[in-house]
T-cell receptor, first 113, second 113 residues
């Protein structure tokens, strides 16, 4: 069964304190791994797509990496505006799964000034 | 450019009623996927539609149905509402029916009393 597990469930950081969020996945044939940011009561905002082990993507203070079993979202010198829930999702490479993203429960990040 | 739009923003219904939620994809996008997000959980896949045809279905009861129109907009219908249907309903669009990133709308918050 395809599955995504994110840890920790919640993370509190001081402004400027770097850390990493983890996404472990099990999927029969990975097409892509996606990171989204979600603010309370709003829809997820697309951040990154990773397709193969060893791939890395960066955007401002965020860097996403991928291995064969997990992905990390590294946050460097976070600011309070980075506070949000970060969602990880995988897409399986099989017919009927093109529109199906399998999500984890997310990591709720709080950054205090 | 306008992103994905959804209507209504909020909706309150009572048990046993029927509800219709609407979604307009990003201009040029032909695929729409629907997700249900219960508080504290990641989004869960309901349907994908591409070129007015159902391309994928998640593990939801037959009370849930959807359709896509020639202009690629979509409706999600839920019959015989249950308390457990209270959730944020998200629509996501992608360029085609194949494996692309999905871009989410702001969601419709459904409360069933």
């Amino acid at each position: 069964e395809d599955q995504v597990t994110q840890s920790p469930e919640a993370l509190r950081l001081q402004e400027g304190e770097s850390s990493s969020l983890n996404c472990s996945y099990t999927v029969s044939g990975l097409r892509g791994l996606f990171w989204y940011r979600q603010d309370p009561g709003k829809g997820p905002e697309f951040l990154f797509t990773l397709y193969s082990a060893g791939e890395e993507k960066e955007k401002e203070r965020l860097k996403a990496t991928l291995t064969k079993k997990e992905s990390f979202l590294h946050i460097t010198a976070p600011k309070p505006e980075d506070s949000a829930t970060y969602l990880c999702a995988v897409q399986a490479l099989r017919l009927g799964s093109q529109g199906n993203l399998i999500f984890g429960k997310g990591t709720k990040l709080s950054v205090k000034p | 450019d306008a992103g994905v739009t959804q209507s209504p923003t909020h909706l309150i219904k009572t048990r046993g009623q029927h509800v219709t939620l609407r979604c307009s994809p990003i201009s040029g996008h032909k695929s729409v996927s629907w997700y249900q997000q219960v508080l504290g959980q990641g989004p869960q896949f309901i349907f994908q539609y591409y070129e007015k045809e159902e391309r994928g279905r998640g593990n939801f009861p037959d009370r849930f149905s959807a359709r896509q129109f020639p202009n690629y907009s979509s409706e999600l219908n839920v019959n015989a509402l249950l308390l457990g249907d209270s959730a944020l309903y998200l629509c996501a669009s992608s360029p085609s029916g194949s494996w692309y990133e999905q871009f989410f709308g702001p969601g419709t918050r459904l409360t069933v009393l």
